[in-house]
């Protein structure tokens, strides 16, 4: 995927240096408040390797 920039946003693909924060996201109980459930590393490492999986085989994806 080609980062897409504005003025104010870059939007781009989950990159390995994202990894801690995409936990930090997925675990924090404010975030996941509506959410049954908060992701342990491990399952959040699995759920950005299948988005970023998605987008390099379909160009677009969850992010």
Known sequence: M???????????NWEERDRELFHRINSDD???EFF????DRATA?????EFRSWIAEDSYGFA
């Open 2 to 12: 080609k980062p897409m920039r504005t003025e104010r946003l870059i939007l781009r």
């Open 30 to 32: 404010r975030v996941m």
């Open 36 to 39: 049954p459930f908060r992701r």
């Open 45 to 49: 490492d699995a759920m950005m390797d």
